[in-house]
């Protein structure tokens, strides 16, 4: 049912009923009416309906009006990095492929020796620095950056 396509639309976005109306320019009450929030169920209008596409322009209308295929118009790809990686031997012999007609025989087998490539980089350089003679010197600011594109910033109390 739309309604629950819209009530949806709301958790995705991370909204309430009453924010979703407001950012689609609906009165809170139709939301409510829509939504079955005050016992009152009503279908929406086509100008609630044009008002949703239109605010959110990711959402497929083949979705939101048919209930078919995905959600967005380009369905979104989260990819969530394990605790540890999954690798995969790509060297690993695969079974001949048998073909409908005879068997194939593999004319040239695959070799079971690898050679590993020589590690070519240098390990990194860590020198102590000694502050001590440099006693005028205190440390001002210190900023870390995250992954995530955010940063801290610790800031010397004297």
């Keep these: 049912m739309m309604r629950e ?3 949806q639309i709301i958790k995705e976005k991370g909204l309430k009923s009453s924010s979703f109306a407001d950012k689609i320019d609906v009165s809170r009450g139709t939301i409510s009416h829509i939504l079955g929030e005050n016992g009152r169920q009503n279908d929406p209008s086509k100008s ?3 008002k949703i596409l239109n ?3 990711d959402i497929s209308p083949d979705w939101f009006l048919n209930g078919e295929g995905p959600m967005y118009k380009h369905q979104r790809v989260v990819i969530k990095p394990t605790s540890t990686p999954i690798q995969q031997d790509i060297f690993v012999e695969k079974q001949a492929v048998e073909s ?3 068997l194939q025989e593999n004319k040239y087998p ?3 020796e ?3 490539p020589e590690n070519t980089t240098n390990p ?3 020198k102590d620095i000694n502050l001590s003679n440099n006693i005028s010197k205190k440390i001002d600011k210190i900023i870390i950056f995250f992954s995530d594109k ?3 910033t610790f800031i010397s109390e004297e």
Excluded: A, G, H
Aim: a positive charge; charged letters at 25%; glycine letters at 0%.
């Design 5 to 7: 396509r819209i009530k």
């Design 48 to 50: 609630t309906i044009d």
């Design 55 to 57: 605010t959110f322009p």
């Design 100 to 102: 409908s007609e005879q």
């Design 110 to 112: 695959l070799q079971k």
């Design 114 to 116: 690898v050679n590993k």
């Design 124 to 126: 990194p350089i860590i």
């Design 150 to 152: 955010t940063f801290m």
